[in-house]
């Protein structure tokens, strides 16, 4: 919480006097008494300039928006317009305008305030670099001063949001959640899980890179290693029900978004259900493939007989699960199999803009060749005539190319599609051949996670 004991400082003699303006920026997510405080420093800073200066002070607060927030942290849980109606309110404020970075320069340089208010948490951490363009973004226009109230331990919006957190998060809230990250940043990172464990391994990890926090944006519920985690083969053996029992495991430990692979979808009737179904759980997006008959795995290709379904069908059926959805935020992606199946770039461009004008909300467009080329290519054209519609990306075969490189080339959403299970086959291998091998398992101790560690990640153990 921040103390409101700031005596103002005396206005500099070279600070250009028509300066009125005092500057706040906030996310203004969850309101606690340590923004308030700030908001009354800032007020009483406005009012002083007419007390002693003779001009009317106003205070404007910078709201950052969704995209704002979503390029250093978690995405805010109320959207921007509602957090505009509930800051706006607030006696201590004059005016509202939207601060589009994390960077306070543009507005800055907008405004010209005479003061900029911030708690002096900021001089540490990950936002240090952006308190220091504060400085010289003021210096360099002569305008105004960087007034930093002391932060007292106490209250703190990360601590909040964590609390939050753990109490969970509403259905709907989770299935709004994929479209606002897809309108607030680029791109999304998404990772497969295939039980709850492996979702709280998802939803906790997290690096610190050039002061930006990176993070996964959501869970893929995928069918093959749903499937291969049960021993069952990948050709749509496991029944609806029991992955959406997976599904409400991690969405009961959990709180981001999840995409959900549902192969071809199965005959259109059945689709329908499926999408009421999943829209009904809070899964955001449903991926269907435009093959037909007995599910193969498309990363083999020609070497197995996979057949593309008819165009107009396949229409068909994203028309029927769009009318069959409740909600707006719920998305059907079509996935495009026509460069797995090596029928070249314009069958899979033909296909993906009929699937748009069928109602498909995003595409996944995929590919089985070691370089991204053809990829990129695809990528590059589509965008040439749609800038707008979402593109999913699954690198697994092409897996030298960076998420932010295939963003940068037009791609909204990038799918680690079945790592987790993969790299969870090698560990548990190597840890039961090393009990058999040296008949105890203290050699082995080295390659496993304390008890002391699993217990700290499930919620409530400790």
């Known amino acids: 919480m921040l103390k409101n004991t700031l005596t103002p400082p005396l206005i500099s003699q070279n600070i250009e006097n028509s300066t009125h303006i005092v500057y706040v920026a906030m996310a203004a997510d969850l309101i606690h008494p340590g923004h308030i405080n700030i908001l009354k420093i800032a007020r009483k800073l406005a009012d002083d300039l007419e007390l002693t200066q003779g001009i009317k002070g106003e205070v404007v607060l910078g709201l950052l928006t969704d995209k704002a927030i979503a390029s250093y942290k978690r995405l805010p849980y109320m959207n921007y317009t509602q957090r505009y109606e509930v800051i706006s309110h607030l006696k201590e404020i004059d005016r509202v305008i939207p601060q589009d970075t994390l960077s306070y320069e543009t507005n800055i340089r907008l405004l010209k305030p005479r003061y900029v208010v911030h708690g002096d948490d900021w001089k540490n951490g990950t936002q240090r670099h952006t308190r220091q363009n504060v400085i010289d973004t003021l210096r360099e226009l002569n305008c105004g001063e960087l007034i930093e109230p002391s932060y007292t331990e106490g209250i703190s919006s990360t601590q909040l949001n964590v609390d939050a957190r753990a109490i969970g998060i509403s259905t709907n809230a989770r299935l709004s959640l994929l479209k606002r990250l897809l309108n607030a940043k680029t791109p999304l990172r998404i990772c497969e899980t295939h039980s709850a464990i492996s979702a709280l391994i998802v939803q906790n990890m997290f690096i610190e890179s050039n002061g930006v926090k990176l993070e996964f944006d959501g869970f893929w519920s995928s069918s093959l290693t749903d499937s291969t985690s049960r021993g069952k083969p990948d050709i749509e053996a496991v029944e609806l029900i029991s992955r959406l029992n997976t599904i409400n495991e991690i969405f009961e430990v959990t709180s981001k978004p999840l995409i959900y692979d549902a192969d071809t979808g199965g005959k259109i009737e059945h689709f329908v259900f499926t999408v009421r179904s999943l829209e009904r759980t809070g899964v955001s997006a449903v991926i269907i493939e435009d093959k037909t008959g007995l599910k193969k795995n498309s990363l083999l290709g020609n070497d197995v007989i996979q057949t593309q379904e008819d165009i107009a069908v396949f229409c068909d059926k994203i028309r029927a699960g769009k009318n069959a959805q409740i909600t707006q935020d719920f998305m059907i992606i079509a996935r495009i199999e026509s460069l797995i199946l090596e029928k070249g770039q314009d069958d899979a461009l033909n296909r993906a803009f009929s699937y748009i004008n069928a109602g498909a909300d995003g595409i996944m467009i995929h590919s089985r060749q070691k370089s991204p080329d053809e990829i990129l290519s695809f990528l590059k054209a589509f965008r040439l005539k749609d800038s707008k519609t979402p593109i999913v990306i ?18 909204n959403i990038i799918i680690y599609a079945n790592h987790l299970l993969r790299a969870s086959f090698i560990a548990m291998q190597e840890a039961a051949k ?25 919620p409530g153990t400790i």
């Open 394 to 411: 699954v690198p697994t075969s092409f897996n030298a190319i960076t998420a932010k490189e295939l963003g940068e080339a037009g791609a």
């Open 434 to 458: 090393g009990i058999l091998e040296y008949d105890r398992s203290k050699e082995i101790e080295s390659q496993c996670m304390s008890i002391k560690e699993i217990l700290s990640l499930i």
